[in-house]
């Protein structure tokens, strides 16, 4: 007979349940109790499960207000700017020392980029001073 700990045990509708401390092999000695048990468990959960299944949850619908103007020509600034350099999201972001999702919530205008976003951005693009510079006035209006 061996001693088993605790552990979490995947149901067959892929809920989980967990499984007291037991002995395996406790059949074969004469104790079914822990069979029992953990049958108990998974019916168990497939009952709780089955029951949370028939809540309905509410639907979220997320809005957000519009872009400000200069925001707006600051993120189809930077989009441009990425799509004539021919830099992906991740390109430009491991070139620029941010992630991918940085970039990608920049370009929607999820994430108003700090003056080093910019900075690191135009680097990465390979931008002249003066666009660099209009992109730095584009940032600094935005609210």
């Given at each position: 007979?061996?001693?088993?700990?605790?552990?979490?045990?995947?149901?067959?509708?892929?809920?989980?349940?967990?499984v007291r401390?037991?002995?395996?092999?406790?059949?074969?000695?004469?104790g079914?109790?822990?069979?029992l048990?953990?049958?108990?468990?998974?019916?168990w959960?497939?009952?709780?499960?089955?029951?949370?299944?028939?809540?309905?949850?509410?639907?979220?619908t997320v809005?957000?207000?519009p872009?400000?103007?200069?925001?707006?020509?600051?993120?189809?600034?930077?989009?441009?700017?990425?799509?004539?350099?021919?830099?992906?999201?991740?390109?430009?972001?491991?070139?620029?020392?941010?992630?991918?999702?940085?970039?990608?919530?920049?370009?929607?205008?999820?994430?108003?980029?700090?003056?080093?976003?910019?900075?690191?951005?135009?680097?990465?693009?390979?931008?002249?001073?003066?666009?660099?510079?209009?992109?730095?006035?584009?940032?600094?209006?935005?609210?």
């Amino acid at each position: 007979m061996t001693q088993v700990r605790g552990h979490w045990r995947r149901n067959a509708n892929g809920t989980l349940s967990w499984v007291r401390a037991h002995s395996r092999g406790a059949a074969a000695a004469g104790g079914a109790g822990g069979i029992l048990l953990v049958i108990g468990l998974f019916v168990w959960g497939g009952i709780s499960n089955s029951a949370s299944n028939d809540v309905r949850q509410p639907q979220v619908t997320v809005t957000r207000s519009p872009l400000s103007p200069a925001h707006a020509q600051l993120v189809e600034a930077l989009r441009a700017a990425r799509q004539r350099s021919g830099l992906s999201l991740e390109g430009a972001g491991r070139r620029a020392g941010v992630s991918a999702k940085e970039v990608s919530d920049i370009e929607t205008g999820l994430l108003v980029p700090t003056p080093d976003d910019v900075t690191g951005l135009s680097n990465a693009y390979q931008l002249s001073p003066d666009e660099w510079t209009s992109l730095v006035i584009l940032q600094s209006s935005v609210h």
